[in-house]
C-alpha cells in the first residue's frame, strides 16, 4: 500500500506545495491581523477585512476554476468564517501564561489551563466545522477540515514559549493567533487542492 500512495502523495505535493505555503502565510496575518486592535474597523470590520474576506478570497482562487458557483461558495464560506468569530469567541482560552494571581484584574486567570486548551479546542473544530460547510459539495475532503481547529490549542502553546518581536507578535496571544492563521490556512489548502 505505501508504494502506491508515496507516489501520489507525492505528486499531489509537488504541484500543490506553494497554493499551501501561500494560503498558510496569508491566512496567518489574515489571523493575527483580525485579533489587532483596529480603531478605524471596530471588532466587526477587522474580523471582516482580515479574516472572512481572506477566507474567501482563498477558496475562491484554490477551490477550482473561477466561475459563479466557485463565487457563491466562497462568499458562503467567507460569511461563515466571519460567523464563527463573531458566535464563537475564544478570549476565555487566549492566554495561557497567565496564574491565578492576577486574579481579579483577568477574569480568565482563574480557568485552568486544561479547561483552556479544551476550549481553544472546541472553538476551533466548531468554526472550521461553519467553514467546511460550504466545500463539502465539490470538495468532501472538507469532511475532515474540522479536525484542523486542533490547531488552535497547539498554536497557543507553542505561541506561548516563542520571543516577543518588535511588531504584531509582541506577545505569546499574538503568537497564538499567528500560528492559528498558519494552520488554518494550510489546512484549508489541503483541503481545496486534494
Sequence with gaps: MFTTL?????SWLAA???AVVLSA????AA???RGQGHAWLGTTGARVVFWALPVGAMTFALAGPPNLDGARVA???GALAYAGMAWLPHAAGQNLTETAAAYPQSWTARISLSNKLGYLAAVGIARLALIALPLVPGHPAALWLPLAGLVLPLAYLLGARLPALPWRLTTATEWGEALSGLGIGAALAVTLTA
Design 6 to 10: 508515496w507516489p501520489a502523495l507525492a
Design 25 to 28: 502565510l496569508a491566512l496567518a
Design 75 to 77: 462568499v458562503l464560506t
Design 31 to 33: 489571523y493575527r491581523e
Design 16 to 18: 500543490s506545495w506553494p
